[in-house]
């Protein structure tokens, strides 16, 4: 056996067979019909990462505009339509549904389940999303939506308001919440009946522990918005006054109705990157999580602190003291579930035997910005402290580290430990450090200095600004660093497209995996195993490798990953 | 992680020294709520600031130092329980610090001092928020797409548009050393009050009122602000201006501003009754 043989032999030998039968319809109809949640699973990220350009060029025309002083290359009215179309995509369109996407191809694969519990539910989810999306996009063909991603009334009512991007907007939060809602019955449904023999609780691989309280989440938090947003379609046309100050109706009842669904969808999108980083950070240092129960805990503390901590986006609004001070303590308390996960993850770290490969270094990329952003999140909590920072760059620059830094790090931690499982093939390595080092340094350098430009007193939303206020050079460096980042990301997208047909065979189990998604071939077939292993920890690939070891006696190697260490 | 501080550090490096006033810290000076909330800010920078580095500094030695390496073999460590409930203790303590000094510093920010004794002479008032003795010059504060109104003495909630009271427009004229009190209103979508110097933003919404003040020191200071909440196509031209004069030169600008309205008044009373007459209106 020469050597190459010798590190792609399937290890430990999987058995699992894709059963071969004649193709029967053309390969388009087989993926518009199928309720194969792997399909689904990529259908999901195929579209969002669709949305994630169209967001991102969005962005980008944003950062020209900005990019210079009394800049006239976009107009006020378009600018408007661009921040409105780009958090919204980014949020409905992009982080919440790429999440599902992971959701969907791995949660079967890592509980040992042979589909999702509703697998036709499970496909209406998807192409509800992809509705959602047409009927927001289409906008772009008459009049795109002005009014922000909160779509504060007054602002966005009939009168001040007037087109229908608006209604459109309300249309993608029902459409695409009830495609999320689905969606996270049956993750919920999965993941509560669908174990394999001998995954109790404690057993169960942390990036399920986030979509089981990702989904829950969602189930609680998206009844909120979509009422909120039906009550502002009644008021745009059917003479309802519910957010209405000239009848009585408050614009603030708006505001406390969209943030109770607001903030916990900030962690609904960051607690399924949390837990990419969980599963990433023990299989490349070698070594098991550090506190399973306190990354499980706090996930779960995370979630319930996450509907009660609101109105602190609301600090300048019209909320007695009281207020204000119940939500500083709630944000506040929020920190330290946040920052256990953070010192769990780098005690994972400390005294393992670290495998630099890409996924590794978004994982601590991740890390090293969320600390930021985390920190950052403290700033605004104090509320006196507030009312200096809310609505200026430095929340910008804080929700991107977040947002960006933390969930899109993440989402691409997770497309390099996990390509190789969907498609068979690895990534390559060397584009993948060059792009996340563009990345990394391009959104440092678009985001660290919006702090200043917020401390210097620029306003968000503002579609030009004049020069000798302090702010030209901040914005020029942010510009000039988004492109850096595009640059990063474009450079992912590339390595994707090449190499999901050309790039090296990645095997069963390219990295010593710890969960049971490694347990099936690359990519996995129909029925993903043929028979399920009893599970008996927490990183039950690991202890089927020892159980090989014993067996055989021969020292497993993996399929791939030893390339990139240099072990 | 050097990388990105070197990055930030480079920054820093490049910008001119004036630019680089507010890097760090929010704008303050104008008024003693900005200068608290500038100090509170501080007191939480500091802190995190030893977290941040201590944190970094943490997640970049054990990348550094436990890369993997021939022979290495990685420490099958499951947890320790002691040091996870000292670290979220640590946290918690973190924030209880935090939680003592800004309720410390709140009464500061939030509540309005009395008038230096080089400021404007007032006579008492009975509407909130108040100073001490009770004595500040009320502003109301009218934010509209794309404009901010301005209209001085007390009772102008009840009568912003009689008439008699005299106002301006996006410049806010006010004397030196006085606690000058805002009450803030929309008439039309949602604006935000903000001018960096002399303290936070409040949110005008319509159908409400929201107070805040501030206590300019120094005559002849201008400070510069704008609306800090999307308000429409023309939210980034709703700028405001605050103008700092003697409390003698005040009182001389609000006369000549209420003769100039009443004359505009005039002016427009005769071109009416003229085109009345001319049955052109």
């Known amino acids: ?567 | 992680m050097g990388l990105f501080l070197a990055l930030a550090l480079g920054c820093l490096l490049i910008l001119a020294p004036d630019a680089l006033a507010n890097f760090l810290t929010p704008k303050s000076g104008g008024s003693p709520n900005a200068n608290q909330i500038d100090s509170l800010y501080k007191i939480v920078l500091y802190i995190a600031a030893v977290v941040f580095v201590g944190v970094e500094g943490a997640l970049l030695y054990s990348v550094l130092k436990f890369r993997a390496k021939r022979g290495a073999v990685a420490a099958q460590i499951h947890g320790n329980t002691r040091l996870e409930i000292g670290w979220t203790v640590a946290a918690g303590l973190i924030l209880v610090v935090l939680t003592v000094v800004t309720f410390v510093k709140l009464p500061s920010i939030i509540d309005p001092p009395n008038s230096g004794s080089s400021g404007l002479v007032l006579s008492a008032s009975l509407t909130e928020p108040t100073p001490p003795n009770g004595h500040r010059l009320t502003v109301c504060v009218q934010g509209r797409q794309f404009i901010w109104r301005y209209t001085y003495g007390s009772g102008c909630l009840n009568n912003a548009f009689a008439g008699k009271l005299p106002y301006s427009y996006q410049q806010m004229v006010v004397p030196a050393d006085t606690t000058i009190v805002l009450d803030i209103q929309a008439s039309d979508v949602i604006h935000s009050w903000w001018v960096p110097s002399l303290g936070g933003k409040v949110d005008a919404v319509p159908g409400y009122t929201t107070y805040t003040w501030f206590k300019a020191p120094h005559p002849g200071a201008l400070y510069h602000g704008q609306c800090a909440q999307l308000c429409g196509r023309n939210h980034a031209a709703m700028t405001a201006l605050v103008k700092v004069v003697s409390p003698a030169d005040f009182t001389a600008w609000l006369n000549q501003q209420q003769q100039a309205i009443q004359a505009a008044n005039s002016q427009v009373y005769q071109l009416r009754q003229i085109l009345t007459a001319e049955n052109q209106l």
């Open chain 1, 1 to 567: 056996m020469s050597s190459s043989d010798y590190a792609l032999r399937p290890v430990p030998q999987v058995i699992s067979h894709e059963v071969v039968k004649p193709r029967q319809t053309k390969r388009w109809v087989d993926w518009v019909l199928t309720t194969d949640h792997k399909k689904i699973g990529i259908m999901y990220m195929v579209t969002t990462f669709v949305f994630f350009i169209l967001g991102g060029v969005e962005a980008l025309l944003m950062r020209v505009q900005l990019g210079v002083p009394n800049n006239t290359l976009i107009t006020s009215e378009h600018y408007n339509e661009l921040l409105t179309l780009h958090g919204t995509t980014m949020i409905f369109l992009f982080v919440v549904p790429v999440m599902a996407g992971f959701g969907n191809y791995f949660v079967p694969l890592m509980i040992g389940a042979r589909d999702m519990a509703f697998p036709r539910l499970n496909a209406m989810s998807f192409w509800l999303l992809l509705l959602g999306g047409v009927v927001f996009y289409i906008t772009l063909f008459y009049h795109p939506p002005e009014s922000g991603w909160w779509s504060y009334p007054p602002l966005s009512s009939k009168l001040y308001s007037p087109s229908g991007g608006q209604d459109a907007w309300i249309f993608l939060i029902h459409i695409t919440g009830v495609s999320s809602l689905l969606g996270a019955i049956n993750f919920y449904a999965t993941i509560v009946n669908m174990r394999a023999p001998g995954m109790s609780w404690g057993r169960l691989p942390l990036f399920i522990w986030a979509i089981l309280v990702y989904a829950i989440l969602l189930i609680i938090a998206l009844p909120v918005v979509a009422a909120a947003v039906t009550m502002l379609l009644t008021d745009r046309h059917f003479g309802t006054h519910f957010f209405d100050p000239t009848a009585h109706g408050s614009p603030v009842l708006w505001q406390h109705l969209f943030w109770f669904f607001g903030h916990p969808e900030v962690y609904i999108m960051i607690l399924p990157g949390f837990g990419i980083i969980s599963e990433v950070i023990p299989v490349f240092s070698r070594k098991p999580i550090f506190g399973y129960k306190a990354i499980a805990a706090s996930t779960a503390v995370i979630a319930f602190l996450a509907t009660l901590v609101w109105a602190h986006h609301m600090f300048a609004s019209p909320v007695p003291v009281v207020v204000l001070g119940f939500f500083m303590l709630s944000s506040f308390l929020i920190g330290v579930p946040t920052g256990v996960k953070i010192f769990n993850w780098i005690a994972t770290l400390w005294r393992g035997s670290i495998v630099t490969t890409t996924a590794l270094y978004f994982a601590v990329g991740f890390i090293a910005v969320f600390v930021l952003g985390g920190i950052t999140g403290i700033f605004l909590a104090v509320f006196p402290v507030d009312w200096q920072l809310n609505n200026t760059y430095f929340v910008v620059a804080h929700f991107h580290y977040v947002l960006m830094g933390g969930a899109v790090f993440s989402i691409f931690a997770g497309i390099y430990y996990w390509f190789p499982k969907m498609t068979g093939r690895l990534l390559n390595e060397t584009l993948g450090k060059l792009s996340f080092w563009l990345m990394f340094i391009g959104f440092n350098a678009t985001f660290f200095v919006q702090h200043a430009l917020g401390l210097s007193g620029m306003p968000r939303r503002v579609y030009t600004y004049p020069p000798g206020v302090g702010w030209s050079t901040y914005n020029l460096i942010s510009t000039i660093g988004s492109f850096i980042l595009g640059a990063g990301i474009l450079v992912t997208i590339a390595n994707v497209a090449r190499n999901y047909r050309h790039g090296k065979v990645a095997g069963p189990d390219p990295w010593k995996g710890n969960t049971l998604e490694w347990f099936t071939t690359s990519p996995p077939p129909v029925n993903n195993f043929d028979s399920i292993p009893r599970v008996r920890s927490v990183e039950p690939m690991r202890d089927i490798r020892r159980q090989v070891e014993r067996q055989t006696g021969v020292t497993q190697k993996t399929g791939g990953s030893e390339r990139f260490a240099r072990v």
